[in-house]
């Protein structure tokens, strides 16, 4: 069974980093789109960033976290990350990573939930001002 667990959340103070980990199990993440969504509290679920399958290579990211977020994989750990960097408190939520696994590695990544078969239960980020 596939599984995702997320891993690095935390309290962060507003212009500080973190790094994000989604690790896998049961599944190679590297044939595989990966996309990096949150939640905040009262809002809907928001895509922030995806990345295509090693084959493809094309990653995406939200305008609001452009320029801020890379997102990043190492398929020797079968893990995908999320390096934040300039963080604000706009950004504090919940943040799940997920995985498309349909055999569609040619496909570029996109920013749309509905891509996405398998999901984490997410890790929370909370950014102080």
């Known amino acids: 069974q596939v599984q995702l667990e997320e891993s690095g959340g935390g309290l962060v103070q507003a212009g500080g980093s973190m790094r994000l980990s989604c690790a896998a199990s049961a599944l190679a993440l590297d044939y595989n789109n990966i996309g990096w969504f949150r939640q905040a509290p009262g809002k809907e679920r928001e895509a922030v960033s995806c990345?295509?399958?090693?084959?493809?290579?094309?990653?995406y990211y939200a305008d609001s976290v452009k320029g801020r977020f890379t997102i990043s994989r190492d398929n020797a750990k079968n893990t995908v990350y999320l390096q934040m960097n300039s963080l604000k408190p706009e950004d504090t939520a919940v943040y799940y990573c997920?995985?498309?696994?349909?055999?569609?590695?040619?496909?570029?990544?996109?920013?749309?939930?509905?891509?996405?078969?398998?999901w984490g239960q997410g890790t929370q980020v909370t950014v102080s001002s």
């Open positions: 990345i295509s399958s090693s084959s493809e290579g094309a990653t």
């Open positions: 997920a995985v498309r696994d349909r055999g569609t590695s040619w496909l570029k990544c996109r920013l749309k939930s509905f891509d996405y078969d398998y």
